[in-house]
């Protein structure tokens, strides 16, 4: 094990064309069996690796000890930004498909500075620490600045309906009257036993004039004050 990394993958790592070649396809741990060993030995990747993967995945693996994993790198350099796949190929003369054994794939940004990773370094207990917001709108602020994908324009339906904070108020808006579609956050997420506020037609228009935030449920309170955080107005 080498900085945090095991030989399969410190190998990729080290391999600046791997990252640049999408024709590149390296040895990776044989069997589920490595994978999970190399894990245990504390590479980071396959930890990664390893958390990608269904319970359903692991037993499929599980069941044959004549898999051999592949590695296989793609990258975009302008972006540096790059997949890395593990996938189990089924060769059919010149011609490489995949079998029924499971892909994991990562999208990885700058990959090719993994020295800077260290296992010593000091983790926030708390996702909404100053420390870690400052990092989710770096991030943010670096997927929509500089990934040439994720500024692709895209067609979709957008919502009917939108959540607004403006001047402190959170209020319904429509997306009909608006003069244009700005960007908005999206939360998934699941009621649980109760919902304590809903939209309804008797409430339509007082929330089209403010929502109380006192009365939301904690999910919906800490997705606005992120929104915020990354300087988005709209859920």
Not at 24 to 30: F, G, L, V
Not at 159 to 168: D, I, M, Q, W
Not at 195 to 218: V, W, Y
């Amino acid at each position: 094990m080498t900085g945090g990394f095991c030989a399969e993958c410190q190998f990729i790592l080290d391999r600046r064309d791997m990252l640049t070649d999408p024709y590149n396809i390296a040895k990776y741990h044989h069997h589920l069996i490595a994978l999970e060993d190399s894990v245990k030995g504390g590479c980071q990747l396959c930890q990664l690796f390893l958390s990608c993967l269904s319970d359903h995945d692991l037993r499929i693996w599980r069941e044959s000890y004549d898999t051999k994993m592949k590695y296989w790198a793609r990258g975009a350099p302008q972006d540096n930004c790059y997949e890395l796949i593990v996938f189990t190929p089924a060769e059919t003369g010149n011609n490489r498909v995949y079998t029924k054994y499971p892909t994991i794939s990562l999208h990885v940004t700058a990959v090719v500075e993994h020295n800077s990773l260290n296992d010593e370094q000091e983790v926030e207990q708390s996702t909404s620490s100053c420390q870690g917001l400052d990092l989710a709108r770096s991030w943010f602020e670096t997927c929509t600045g500089s990934h040439l994908v994720c500024q692709a324009p895209g067609s979709f339906n957008y919502p009917t309906r939108l959540l607004a904070f403006e001047f402190g108020v959170l209020h319904l808006v429509f997306t009909s009257e608006m003069l244009d579609h700005p960007n908005y956050a999206t939360l998934s997420h699941c009621w649980g036993n109760s919902m304590p506020l809903r939209l309804e037609i008797g409430n339509l228009n007082d929330f089209r004039a403010e929502i109380p935030q006192s009365k939301l449920c904690k999910t919906f309170k800490d997705a606005i004050t992120i929104a915020k955080y990354l300087s988005l107005q709209y859920l």
